[in-house]
């Protein structure tokens, strides 16, 4: 079976490599190779140098030979408009490669609208993948006005109708996607982030007492609230990701004179080595999807510590696996890294057993090829027995 999947809206491979993501976004696609549950993979990107990067991550055996990467032509090129032009006019662009596929998959709402046409062009089955539900997240962020909100949710609306199967990272995703578009519960599955277990754990070592981020820096990630919250605790903080607030933070650290460390990016291949050496991991953020660097976090034995917000919540069971805040206040994180600080060695390896356990029985990659496989199934594409190259 042949699948291809549509990239986010503006999203390249180039950019997944930047940011340090390529080496887990790729490996859900290089295991389905593997166990044969694919035979290739088309990923349409808007990098216009994606197919070149390609070749390279190949020729360094960083990427699986038959995934074959399809670049925005270099006419879309075009600050912030060419990606919405190609979004468009993707599906007939590429007609020659999106005829070969059995089944479409997005990677998030935004750009979903191409896959949902190349859908209707060519007649193949589609899952509606999404990590977060966009309009979950922009109605409580309220960064938009009323009009990009309803055409954020006529998009998702559109996705839904027209999808075969739908997928979902969260449990609170699932109960807001089912009531607000009345979706068959037949048609919508839960299935949560993954992570390399292989790569993911406790090393074992010791630790420094410091605090780690991870993610991007924006708004609503909570990040001067948590600077403040540790400076009062007198722990040290480390800031992994990049974002529209770099600049602010810097200046917000140097005039203030906070310890914390502003790392940039880095890949994640490297990120279980750096959370082995530090004790505590930290997401405070004001709203969640399903975040995977916190599970990465947990996985690898940080006494992790968030906010009790949808998506962190989900992941964070308080008290047992980890410590939520009350609130997104800079008050009520500093309480709860008293609390992390305090805590006994029995209570720390008592957390440390729910940790593992929590992580083997939802965020496993082998449990998410498992689900998938059945999607597939699910949605009307036999993967055994149809037809290939």
């Not at 969260?170 to 519960?185: G, T």
Request: aromatic share 12%; hydrophobic share 40%.
């Amino acid at each position: 079976m042949i699948l291809g999947l549509f990239f986010s809206r503006g999203v390249s491979l180039q950019l997944w490599e930047d940011k340090g993501l390529f080496d887990r976004e790729k490996l859900l696609y290089e295991e389905h190779l593997k166990e044969n549950s694919l035979t290739k993979v088309y990923w349409f990107t808007y990098g216009v140098k994606d197919k070149e990067l390609s070749i390279k991550l190949k020729n360094e055996n960083r990427l699986h030979s038959h995934i074959e990467v399809i670049s925005m032509p270099k006419v879309f090129d075009i600050p912030k408009l060419g990606s919405y032009f190609y979004s468009f006019l993707l599906p007939l662009f590429h007609k020659k490669y999106l005829k070969e596929c059995s089944l479409y998959k997005t990677n998030q709402t935004d750009g979903s609208w191409s896959a949902v046409i190349a859908k209707k062009l060519y007649n193949k089955k589609l899952i509606y993948r999404t990590g977060f539900t966009m309009s979950q997240l922009e109605n409580k962020l309220k960064r938009f006005n009323i009009v990009i909100l309803k055409t954020i949710e006529f998009v998702e609306w559109w996705a839904y109708k027209n999808c075969d199967k739908a997928v979902v990272a969260s449990k609170h995703n699932l109960e807001y996607v089912s009531y607000k578009y009345n979706i068959d519960k037949e048609i919508v599955e839960l299935v949560y982030n993954f992570i390399d277990r292989e790569k993911f754990f406790d090393f074992h070592q010791e630790r420094d007492e410091k605090v780690i981020f991870v993610g991007r820096l924006s708004e609503e990630k909570n990040i001067f609230n948590l600077i403040t919250a540790l400076n009062k605790v007198g722990l040290p903080l480390e800031i992994y990701g990049s974002g529209k607030l770099g600049d602010e933070l810097q200046y917000f650290i140097q005039e203030n004179n906070y310890d914390v460390k502003l790392k940039g990016n880095i890949s994640n291949s490297e990120l279980p080595k750096i959370l082995n050496q530090n004790k505590y991991y930290a997401l405070v953020s004001k709203h969640e999807g399903m975040p995977k660097a916190l599970i990465e976090a947990m996985a690898c034995g940080c006494i992790c510590i968030g906010t009790d917000v949808t998506g962190i919540n989900e992941v964070i069971i308080n008290n047992k696996n980890g410590i939520l805040a009350t609130d997104i206040s800079s008050n009520a994180i500093r309480v709860a890294f008293e609390k992390a600080i305090d805590l006994s060695s029995h209570e720390k390896s008592h957390f440390s057993i729910n940790m593992k356990n929590h992580i083997d029985k939802f965020f496993t990659l082998k449990m998410v090829l498992k689900k998938e496989k059945e999607i597939f199934t699910k949605s009307g594409v036999n993967i055994r027995n149809e037809k290939e190259l």
